[in-house]
Structures are given as C-alpha cells and as structure tokens.
C-alpha cells in the first residue's frame, strides 16, 4: 500500500522525506542498484575478512577448504606488506606484493558473493568491532539511496522542491518574528513582575520601619515612667505593664500581619513566575522544534539542489563538446566535397583538353 501523501507537501518531497516511496521503474535503474547493492556487499564481506582470519580455526568448517586457504593466503600476504611497510624495502617488489593482495581479496571476494548463504551467516555469527570501514560503508548506503532518489526524480518533482523549499524559508521568517514577538512580550512580563516585586519589598521596608520606630518608642516611654520617681513607681507600675503588654501585642499582631504578607507575596510571586514562564517556554519549546526539523530539511534539500546544478552544469558541457566536434565534421565533410568537385571539374576539363589536341593533329597530316 502507497503511503498517503500528507497535506501541503509536493509528491517530490515526499520522496525525499519518505525512501519507502522509491522504487525501481526502469531497467537501467535496477541494473545500477543491482552493481551499488553488490558493491556494499563486498564492502561488508572486506571489513568481516580481518575478524574472520582472526579466528580461521573457528570458521574454518563454515566456511570450507578452498576459503579457507585463501583466506590463509591472504593473511600472509597481509603480513608481508606490513612487514615491508615498516622496513625500506624494493618499490617493485612493494607494488608486486600489493598487486597478489589485490587479486588475492578478488579472489576471496567472488567465492563469498558465491555462496550468499555462507555470508549472511557470517555476518550475524561474527562480532565486528567499531572500525573507520563503518562510516564508509554507511555513507555508500546513503550514497546508493541518493542515487536511487535522483534517478527517480522527474524535472516536475525537482520544480515541487524548489517551491517547497521556498515556502520553508517564508516560514522561517514568520517564525523568527512570532519568536522576537514573544520574547518582547516575555521581557515585558518579566519588567512588569519586578516592578510588583520591587513595590512589595517597599512596602515591607515600611512595615519593618514602623515596627522599629514602635520599638523605640515603647522604650522611652519606659524610660520616662522610671525618671518620675519612686513614689509613683507603685502606682503607675501596673499601669505600666498594661500598657507593655497591648504594646507588645500590637507588636505580634503587625509581626504576624508582616509574615502574612510576606507569605502571601512569596506565593502570588512563584504562581506569577511559573504559570508566565511556563506557558512562554512551552511555546518556545514548540517553536524551537519546529525551527530545528525546518532547519535539517533546508539543509538537505540545499544540497541536493547544489549537486543538482552540477550535474545540470557538467551535462551542458558535454552537450557544447558534441557540438563543436558535430561542427568540426561538418566543416571537414565540406572541405572533402569541395576538394572532390574541383577534383572532378579539373579531370573532365583535362580530358576535353587531351581530345582537341586529337582533333588537331589529325588535321595537320591531311
């Protein structure tokens, strides 16, 4: 079943976007799949050889006698070159040796694309360690799906990209200015949140004052009463505890109204900050997401659209070179026929020459 096209993106970019949707619809084109599959199937058999000639004795009944020793003729032959690497040696002898270790892994190789059955089950018995041969073989597979996409491309679904990479770009710019609009309005939030803050904190300072103004207050009054005297020190004393006392009540009842405050403004402050916050930062997460799939996809349709100008750009030279050589033909075909005209022309008039010349001898004997 066909994948269904989503809405608002060309079936061009869809092939880009979705690989499932190639597939082969020509001979040529399978036949170049058929040599890029093969050729990632060598690269595969190469980077297992190594692991394989690591541990012969335990393959060596999997794999049979004739693979066997090839495979132990190559490693010898791996041996010598790294020997002669390491130690000057003859070039010719170096080239010689390189030339068996070339023929030698042909050898290995068409034995292994042979029996196919041997080498699949190679691949999953043998533990391949991380090598550099990986990325190369992980490109070529990127390379061979590249290829595929390019050979299935048609001039109208190259045309659906361009366009669609346009609309990518429009909508970046309308996301860069909706993202500069919300962090203009974050920042006024924020400006607008500390201003309340700092209109708070006055307030707090004030209340701090008054019940430090208080304080002193109570103290002198303290004072006063003691200065008057003894004699009025029994009396009044009762009086003056009273009065401490719905002093220092007052004093718990603005401590417990100023640690009241101070709650309700830590958290009317928190909800402020996370409910803001939270709700700018969500869109910005969204926004980011989406800038970031906008940003990889106009990378990759750029550069196959470089690698597309270049072809475009090599297969107009090679058309230019046709027609200069289809000139140069034309131009040495005319030269051939107006050599052969004058050519003819001179033979007939040489021939009417020799005949009057006959005619005229004949005449002088009569």
Known sequence: ???????????????????????PDSTET????????????????????????????????????????????????????????TSPGDEKSMRALEQRLKCSLRNILRLFLANPLLYHGLKYEVRARQSPADVFIKAFMEFRDFTLERLLTTPDEEKEKIQFMKDISLQLEKNTETISALRGELAGVIQTRDEEVSRKDKTIENLKTSMEDLAKKCKA??????????????????????????????IQCLETQFNALVLQHRASELALRKTTYEEVQAVYNEEKEQLSLLMEKHAMLLQEYTQIEEERRMLKEK????????????????????????????????????????????????
């Open 1 to 23: 079943m066909a994948t269904p096209r989503k809405a608002g993106i060309p079936l061009g970019v869809m092939k880009v976007l979705d690989p499932r949707q190639l597939k």
């Open 30 to 85: 399978e036949r170049i799949l058929t040599v890029l599959d093969e050729t990632i199937v060598k690269l595969e058999i190469t980077r297992l050889i190594p692991q394989i000639t690591g541990s012969l004795e335990r393959y060596a009944r999997m794999l049979g006698p004739e693979i066997t020793s090839s495979l132990l003729e190559h490693q010898k032959l791996s041996v010598e070159i790294q020997h002669l690497l």
């Open 221 to 250: 009054d303290i004072q006063l009463i003691m200065k008057e005297g003894e004699k009025q020190k029994k009396e009044d004393e009762e009086a003056s505890q009273d009065r401490c006392a719905r002093l220092k009540q007052d």
């Open 319 to 366: 058309e230019e070179e046709a027609a200069r050589e289809e000139a140069r033909r034309n131009d040495a075909a005319t030269c051939i026929q107006a050599f052969w005209k004058g050519y003819l022309v001179r033979s007939i008039y040489k021939s009417k020459l020799k005949k009057g010349k006959g005619k005229g001898k004949g005449k002088g004997k009569k």
